[in-house]
């Protein structure tokens, strides 16, 4: 996430049109994302409690109503609808300043005064605008002291008040909200909902265990009712069941492949806040396990922004909430510990909470929309209101309009949908509008998450004193700039959001004239995302004689922010430097942070320079925390390959991976592992030795506390391992040997690390069985399996033979051919690759006709495939016998294309054979849409080969717009849209099944597409062309079918049978292993009829009712001697059905009753989730006569 975060920090300043916003705004935009006056469309979901939705459109925001939401005061006059054009309201056009803010203080003006809304209304741009009036209540204005001493912020919570003790059912946030006003009939209306209502079972996975589960616990610290104890209890308890490696997935489950390591901060975050408060109200909570959780996101305080999930702090601004809701947690630590304020939890406390003001200039940023972040950055910030009073009113008076804009009309809250915002949903089950009104409850303090004092049912636990840390570390929670000088401080009192926060702090730290002295103030500032942006110019400046200076700070802030601009210093780096550096890891009292950042910075040192300084490091690298044994693994990089140190560090380090069950720490050993490429040959053989050691001792099984199976990071976690031990030079060998005896039932273990690799990283006897591994074990695997569950064989057989057209689905997005090829292409065989076929692609000339249609569509608002007007007499456009030439159409050769109204050599860099974007268009494309057609002789198409049509030119994220293709006047393939996220790199294709080679049969053969520019907010651009590709199909015949079946594991009821989350066993353990060879059996020989299902042999009557099972598979079966049945993917042996589209082998048990033949077959379905208990029903199948 760090790269994500620092490049928005580099590009975001840029993103608007900069010669738009000033002719448009009168003052710089306190926000980011601004609104862009020169944007096709900019949107504001909800105009208040108006209820309107707006479009604000090109030139300067011009306002169209997009949706008159019903109930309203807006709807109440019957005259507004959607698509009419707002002229001005109460007199005032958008102009000056951001429309979004203007909008705020409309609706602030109008409840301040008689609640008239005035509009000048017109039904299309060039009519003429009429009035329409109406009221909405009136409210006062707000005092200067808002929400405190406020009639209309009163107002405000008392209407959403009610509106939730009338609601039938609560979201999320309901109770917390209601609990916060202090008022008596909230609490009663809290009482009724939760009073002897809970049970014992929980409150459900950590998402809503944190989001509802504190809510519970402030009722029961207000009332004493004991009736919701159980249902704390059984939450506190399911979250240590579900804890790993300190942390939480969002809904449980331990997935190590998201995120690397699987954890969600943004859930585990109120996850810990609810065990502290669980413990303040005297549950039994296993105080090992609170300090664990608690430690592991207490670190972030300070330092940065709380990660997505394991990893070290992100940067910047963006931070989606997570510190806002760190406040909190730490609110609660500071509740439950005998020290309260005096506690340092409370300091961290403090810096977390002033984290809004600086990040509130990058509003609304989030990856998935930034709603959920400013739920936690609004009421965040009010629990500094008291110690940084100027900034609370500054943050509170210029983020009042965003309030406005997100009350409903009828008193409920949901952000107003618009630039980046997510998360706008009211009164629902997950993060949503009931949390946005806590900021005018907060200061009430009837939360103990607010600073509520403590109730007579509030019981104290010691936390440790400093969990994390040493007491240098409380420098960063210090509220009071570093000292730059003697005596003198950067004044952070004096701040505002309009001169002090992130945004206008940027701004002048990247201004040329900025002084040394004001950028060494900077570099002590009291947040760490503004240190390291000054400490990033002061780099960019070349001004190390200030890092130097920071080096040699008194405070721990400076020498961490010198620390951080070591990498821009000289290299190889002064012994000076070092001596800074490697004093800071020597130092007992030195603060945990420092240490981290100057130990990062010591692999740019020499080995000579760090020699003295070595046991240091190891005691870093022996440190039970993993940020500081990464951070350690760095500063030994420059002592693995030296001949005094690499026996001792290299086996120390080869531990810890054996050991390690942390991903984020895994990147650090491949680093040292890149390192020992450049070493002598006996530490490379000694490294390559050490890492399949720590390969071989890799646990069979990591564990958790709470005992969740952890397979699936075991899988995870020992492919991290072999991805270490294959940097190493000659690793991929020795990775051979040692996996094969951890997993010696499969063919090539890690196979990606083979089929990715340079075959010059294998040894000789390596690089000559590779091929061989390959045909004979990877192709018949990738055969049977490949990437699914399920088979890849009844995909395969129809690709190679075009028998049916390709019907894609969740699991079959792209050819499973394109798999197979590539297996084929590592193995040197290259005679199944695509080749075009028929005339040369950039020779093809077409008739076309490129027009702008009248149903017109805004530039940059998405996708503009869509129904259109053709051109008069242009109705048969696609078809053979259209006369184009009497159209009026134009001849040209393809690649047809545009970029701004101009043809160009390449539109991007592109190497994808199926796209060829990047090379030169021979025909403008003028128009938004064009119609194109032309007849081409195709050569015969042959058995045994596979041929698809391509539309080139937009196989890239971003790429292209819709588009249809016809072929002899038939559809043969539509896209409605571009290209989006996670589609490129694919080619557009139809994969041309048998029933249309008649058509390619023919003398000549017509095709004709159509498709539209793509037209963005600021370019315009296509590239575009269609042309045949044929295939020599690989082997696919029964031989190759069936040798597959002998290298493919089979779910069976024996493996069902071992499907306990609680039992460590294998993937493949208890599956059916064929050994290829059919056993006959002559009782189940023959032809037979399925009658329906039952669950056991002994439930089945041959007169009586019988459970439907028409949806099931074998209907009909004839088994036939010699293991085939008359389906080609079913075949048998002995007692067992194999069904090999499936990959399941089924029992099959014959059976006379009354001197007729029956056969029970089970059904299958056999899947994990139904447990070791679970049997497959049988289906009863009776015997054909004759």
Request: some cysteine.
């Given at each position: 996430m760090h790269h994500i975060v620092l490049a928005l920090f580099a590009a975001t300043l840029a993103v608007c049109n900069i010669s738009a916003e000033e002719s448009y705004y009168k003052e710089p935009p306190l926000f980011h994302f601004t609104p862009d006056p020169n944007a096709s469309t900019n949107t504001i979901g909800r105009l208040g409690p108006i209820g309107l939705g707006l479009e604000l459109r090109k030139p300067n925001f011009t306002m169209h109503i997009n949706k008159v939401e019903d109930g309203s005061p807006a709807a109440a006059t019957g005259k507004l609808k959607k698509g009419q054009i707002i002229e001005s309201i109460n007199g005032e056009i958008l102009k000056d300043i951001d429309p979004r803010v203007q909008l705020g203080n409309l609706i602030t003006k109008i409840e301040a005064t008689d609640g008239v809304v005035r509009l000048m209304i017109k039904d299309k741009p060039k009519a003429k605008a009429y009035p329409v009036e109406f009221k909405i209540p009136v409210f006062g204005p707000y005092s200067e002291s808002w929400p405190n001493n406020?009639?209309?912020?009163?107002?405000?919570?008392?209407?959403?008040?009610?509106?939730?003790?009338?609601?039938?059912?609560?979201?999320?946030?309901?109770?917390?909200?209601?609990?916060?006003?202090?008022?008596?009939?909230?609490?009663?209306?809290?009482?009724?909902?939760?009073?002897?209502?809970?049970?014992?079972?929980?409150?459900?996975?950590?998402?809503?265990?944190?989001?509802?589960?504190?809510?519970?616990?402030?009722?029961?610290?207000?009332?004493?009712?004991?009736?919701?104890?159980?249902?704390?209890?059984?939450?506190?308890?399911y979250l240590l069941d579900r804890v790993y490696n300190s942390g939480w997935m969002g809904r449980g489950g331990a997935n190590f492949g998201y995120m690397a390591g699987g954890h969600l901060n943004a859930a585990g975050l109120h996850?810990?806040?609810?065990?502290?408060?669980?413990?303040?109200?005297?549950?039994?909570?296993?105080?090992?396990?609170?300090?664990?959780?608690?430690?592991?996101?207490?670190?972030?305080?300070?330092?940065?922004?709380?990660?997505?999930?394991?990893?070290?702090?992100?940067?910047?601004?963006?931070?989606?909430?997570k510190v806002g809701k760190l406040t909190f947690l730490l609110q609660a630590a500071t509740n439950l510990t005998g020290k309260g304020e005096d506690s340092v939890y409370a300091k961290a406390r403090d810096i977390s909470a002033t984290k809004a003001f600086y990040s509130t200039s990058w509003l609304f940023h989030g990856h998935t929309g930034g709603g959920i972040g400013e739920l936690w950055r609004g009421s965040s910030m009010g629990m500094v209101r008291d110690k940084r009073p100027a900034q609370y009113r500054s943050f509170m008076d210029e983020r009042r309009w965003m309030y406005e804009l997100a009350r409903t009309h009828d008193g409920a809250f949901g952000w107003a949908a618009g630039l980046n915002v997510n998360y706008t949903g009211?009164?629902?089950?997950?993060?949503?509008?009931?949390?946005?009104?806590?900021?005018?409850?907060?200061?009430?303090?009837?939360?103990?998450?607010?600073?509520?004092?403590a109730t007579e049912y509030s019981q104290t636990y010691q936390l440790p004193e400093r969990i994390w840390g040493t007491a240098a570390d409380d420098a960063f929670y210090s509220l009071q700039a570093g000292e730059h000088a003697p005596g003198k401080h950067l004044d952070v009192s004096k701040e505002t959001i309009r001169s002090g926060a992130s945004k206008a702090l940027l701004d002048k730290l990247k201004k040329p004239d900025i002084s040394e002295n004001e950028l060494l103030a900077y570099a002590l500032h009291i947040e760490q995302a503004i240190r390291d942006s000054a400490m990033g110019q002061i780099k960019k400046k070349g001004l190390h004689h200030l890092t130097l200076q920071l080096l040699k700070s008194k405070d721990p802030r400076g020498r961490h922010s010198g620390a951080k601009g070591v990498s821009a210093l000289p290299k190889p780096l002064s012994d000076e430097v070092v001596g800074l550096l490697t004093a800071m890891i020597e130092d007992e009292q030195e603060s945990w942070w420092v240490v981290m950042e100057a130990l990062k910075n010591l692999q740019y040192a020499s080995a000579e320079q760090l020699a003295p300084h070595e046991a240091a490091i190891e005691k870093w690298l022996a440190h039970d925390d993993w940020w500081l044994q990464a951070c350690a693994i760095k500063a030994s990089i420059p002592l693995v390959t030296d001949e005094r140190f690499y026996q001792r560090l290299i086996p120390k380090i080869a531990h810890h991976m054996a050991t390690n069950q942390r991903p984020g720490l895994s990147g650090y050993f491949r680093d040292v592992a890149k390192r020992t490429q450049k070493a002598g040959p006996t530490i490379k053989a000694f490294a390559k030795e050490q890492f399949a050691k720590a390969y071989a001792e890799y646990p069979e099984q990591i564990s958790a506390p709470g005992g969740q199976d952890m397979s699936s990071g075991t899988e995870y976690m020992i492919r991290q391992v072999a991805q270490t031990l294959a940097d190493v030079p000659g690793g991929l060998d020795a990775l051979y040997e040692v996996s094969k005896k951890r997993f010696p039932d499969t063919s090539l273990p890690h196979k990606e690390l083979y089929l990715g690799a340079d075959p010059s990283r294998l040894g000789p006897e390596l690089q000559k069985s590779m091929k061989q591994i390959i045909l004979d074990d990877l192709i018949p695997e990738y055969i049977g399996k490949g990437n699914h569950p399920q088979s890849n064989r009844g995909y395969l057989l129809n690709e190679a033979t075009s028998t049916d057209p390709l019907k894609w689905g969740f699991y079959y997005r792209e050819p499973r051919m394109a798999g197979l090829v590539e297996l084929y292409q590592r193995a040197g065989i290259d005679d199944y690759n695509w080749?075009?076929?028929?005339?040369?692609?950039?020779?093809?000339?077409?008739?076309?006709?490129?027009?702008?249609?009248p149903e017109k569509k805004l530039p940059g608002t998405g996708t503009r495939y869509r129904k259109v007007t053709l051109p008069k007499g242009m109705d048969d456009w696609f078809k053979p016998g259209f006369d184009s030439a009497r159209a009026g159409w134009k001849s040209g050769t393809q690649p047809f294309g545009q970029l701004n109204g101009k043809l160009v050599d390449r539109l991007r860099g592109c190497n994808l054979d199926f796209c060829r974007c990047d090379q030169a268009m021979h025909t403008l494309w003028k128009n938004e849409v064009m119609l194109m057609q032309g007849n081409f002789k195709f050569p015969k198409f042959k058995e045994g080969y596979r041929y698809r049509l391509l539309v080139g030119g937009m196989s890239h994220v971003k790429g292209g717009d819709g588009f249809i293709v016809y072929v002899d006047g038939k559809k043969m393939l539509e896209r409605k849209d571009g290209v989006g996220k996670r589609q490129g790199a694919k080619p557009l294709a139809y994969y041309i099944d048998k029933a249309w080679w008649p058509d390619f049969a023919k003398q000549s053969t017509n095709i004709a597409a159509m498709s539209f520019l793509r037209i963005d907010q600021n370019t315009t651009r296509r590239h575009f062309s269609i042309w045949l590709q044929e295939m020599k199909a690989p082997p696919m015949g029964r031989d190759v079918i069936l040798n597959s079946a002998t290298k493919t594991p089979m779910r069976s009821a024996e493996w069902q049978a071992l499907q306990d989350p609680d039992r460590n066993v294998g993937p493949d353990d208890g599956k059916y292993i064929w050994n290829g060879k059919f056993v006959s059996n002559a009782k189940i020989i023959g032809s037979w009829t399925q009658l329906g299902q039952v669950q056991t042999i002994d439930e089945f009557q041959p007169e009586g009712p019988i459970k439907s099972s028409k949806g099931s598979p074998y209907q009909k079966i004839t088994f036939k001697d010699g293991g085939g049945t008359n389906d080609g993917l079913v075949i048998w042996t002995n007692t067992m059905l194999l069904n090999l589209r499936s990959n399941d082998a089924l029992k099959i048990t014959p059976k006379t009753i009354d001197g007729v033949d029956y056969l029970f077959i089970e059904a299958g379905g056999f899947h994990p989730k139904h447990g070791p208990d679970w049997k497959a029903p049988l289906l009863v199948m009776k015997r054909n006569q004759g």
């Open positions: 406020c009639a209309k912020s009163d107002a405000i919570v008392k209407q959403m008040a009610k509106q939730l003790r009338e609601a039938d059912t609560w979201g999320w946030g309901a109770a917390l909200f209601l609990l916060s006003t202090g008022e008596p009939e909230d609490l009663e209306a809290v009482r009724q909902r939760f009073s002897g209502k809970l049970g014992d079972k929980g409150l459900g996975h950590p998402w809503s265990i944190g989001y509802t589960g504190i809510a519970v616990c402030e009722y029961y610290l207000k009332t004493g009712d004991k009736s919701v104890l159980p249902a704390i209890k059984a939450s506190c308890d996850a810990v806040t609810f065990l502290l408060m669980a413990k303040e109200c005297g549950v039994d909570v296993d105080e090992s396990f609170l300090e664990d959780v608690f430690g592991h996101l207490y670190r972030y305080a300070g330092r940065g922004n709380v990660a997505y999930g394991d990893q070290m702090p992100e940067s910047g601004m963006t931070d989606n909430g009211v009164n629902t089950n997950k993060p949503c509008g009931n949390y946005i009104p806590l900021i005018y409850t907060l200061p009430r303090k009837q939360l103990r998450i607010f600073g509520a004092p080749q075009d076929y028929g005339p040369k692609w950039n020779s093809m000339e077409w008739q076309y006709f490129t027009f702008n249609p």
